[in-house]
Nanobody
Framework: HVQLVESGGGSVQAGGSLRLSCAAPGRTYSKWCMGWFRQVPGKEREGLATIGSSGITAYADSVKGRFTMSKDNAKYTLYLQMNSLKPEDTAVYYC????????????????WGQGTQVTVS
């Protein structure tokens, strides 16, 4: 059983910043591909960023230059630093894990957290 737990969501004004965290289930996670996604009610889940075991990151165009994904293998924690937030960034944000290499496609990921709400006004 793989449990991912997101935290750090909340409400912020446009132009502000938030940092999301995702607690991962131990040392094995450092070998996996991890991702951040978001979803707005009525819309498909959107891939935002991925980070591989080597630390190489990839970003969706919608967040490139504003969001930064990182991980702390010693703490088994994944982060998403979100700057210059816009109202259209309002969504439930999820972290996810893939045991093999993955892209920004949600179907590549087999394990998901419960999500954390981010509201930008």
């Amino acid at each position: 059983h793989v449990q991912l737990v997101e935290s750090g969501g909340g409400s912020v004004q446009a132009g502000g910043s938030l940092r999301l965290s995702c607690a991962a289930p131990g040392r094995t996670y450092s070998k996996w591909c991890m991702g951040w996604f978001r979803q707005v009610p009525g819309k498909e889940r959107e891939g935002l960023a991925t980070i591989g075991s080597s630390g190489i990151t990839a970003y969706a165009d919608s967040v490139k230059g504003r969001f930064t994904m990182s991980k702390d293998n010693a703490k088994y924690t994944l982060y998403l630093q979100m700057n210059s937030l816009k109202p259209e960034d309002t969504a439930v944000y999820y972290c996810a894990a893939a045991t093999y290499g993955a892209t920004l496609v949600p179907a590549d990921f087999g394990y998901w957290g419960q999500g954390t709400q981010v509201t930008v006004s």
